[in-house]
């Protein structure tokens, strides 16, 4: 009996690893966002704390790179460091937009959390609607668009690979801008 209780339990914890990503491809495209390598079929427009403001997902010549993050969040602020270091290392690009996403809705908490963990990137607070529209509902997420408004890259959770990953694709779209 507690075998077949353990098998249950076991089923029920896979179905649920593997459902919200496939109910999240399915929201994808009902909300306007396509799989990676396809246009997103909607824009969103995201002003910055600092000013800011941007026109995502359609063709451009600006590339995004965008953090979806909160302030208790353990693996958000592990990663800082090291997207604070690809910031840096892009920052001659100017088509190449580094931008913090969070949902706090006080510009001068966030202006707070910046100087306290020094991130080096552009800053969005409310953006809980940034986040419905990219279907994030996990911190950290970090996401790519590319200059044809393509999403080049998602990423749930912390790990260096994907900190790295974001590198290598920053590095191929500025070869192939060249």
Same mark, same amino acid.
């Given at each position: 009996m507690k075998k077949r209780s353990l098998?249950? $339990?076991?089923?029920?914890?896979?179905?649920?690893?593997? &459902?919200? $990503?496939? @109910?999240s491809s399915? %929201?994808?495209? #009902?909300?306007?966002? $396509?799989t990676f390598g396809n246009s997103l079929r909607d824009t969103i427009g995201i002003n910055t704390i600092d000013g800011g403001v941007y026109i995502v997902g359609q063709e451009s010549n600006?590339?995004?790179? &965008? %953090?979806?993050?909160?302030?208790?969040?353990?693996?958000? /602020? #592990?990663e800082i460091p090291e997207l604070n270091s690809l910031a840096k290392k892009y920052s001659k690009e100017k088509n190449i937009h580094f931008i913090s996403i969070s949902n706090i809705d006080s510009e001068d908490a966030i202006r707070y959390v910046m100087k306290?963990? $020094? &991130? !080096?990137?552009?800053?969005?607070?409310?953006? !809980?609607?940034?986040?419905?529209?990219?279907l994030v509902n996990r911190?950290? @997420?970090n996401i790519i668009i590319g200059q044809d408004g393509t999403? &080049?890259? #998602?990423?749930?959770?912390?790990?260096?690979?994907?900190?790295?990953?974001?590198?290598?694709?920053?590095?191929?779209?500025?070869? %192939?801008? /060249?």
């Open positions: 098998i249950i $339990s076991f089923v029920i914890i896979l179905i649920n690893c593997f &459902l919200p $990503s496939i @109910t399915q %929201n994808a495209i #009902k909300y306007g966002i $396509s600006e590339i995004f790179v &965008l %953090n979806f993050w909160f302030i208790a969040c353990g693996p958000c /602020r #592990k306290k963990m $020094s &991130l !080096q990137f552009e800053q969005v607070a409310k953006g !809980q609607v940034i986040a419905d529209h990219f911190y950290p @997420t999403l &080049l890259f #998602k990423k749930i959770g912390y790990n260096y690979a994907a900190i790295s990953k974001i590198d290598s694709i920053l590095a191929q779209q500025i070869v %192939n801008v /060249r």
